[in-house]
């Protein structure tokens, strides 16, 4: 009778650890699957809202220099607090239109995050 407690005791300790790694593997993986998309979200939001006058890659299109929009990766607007950054976005600056009736404060905290990805191609 003992040694089938013990084989048995050993069975569901091995089983817990087994089902511990599972769920480990399927939380990052989840995790991993839900990073992606989201700067994916970020990217695509900005072409859909922004780049008509920054361009995809935040530099100013023929119309964002007609409006005076920045380039985006410059120092002027990489010198922007993230906080600063976001109330531009959401309430507008000189010629840009305010998007915080048209967009989410998680969409506009993203795009904010997002900008801060042009600084990086210089």
Partial sequence: MMKIARISEKSTTFF??????????????????????????????????????????GTPTAVGKSLNAPDLGSTDVQKHTDIELQQIISNGKGNMP?????LSEAQINSLAAYIRSFSRRK
């Fill in 98 to 102: 305010p998007f915080k009736g048209n």
């Fill in 16 to 57: 817990g650890r087994v089902v511990a790694v599972t769920m480990l593997c399927i939380v990052l993986n989840c995790v991993t699957a839900l990073a992606a998309p989201q700067a994916q979200g970020a990217q695509t939001l900005f072409n859909r809202t922004c780049a008509s006058c920054h361009s995809q890659n």
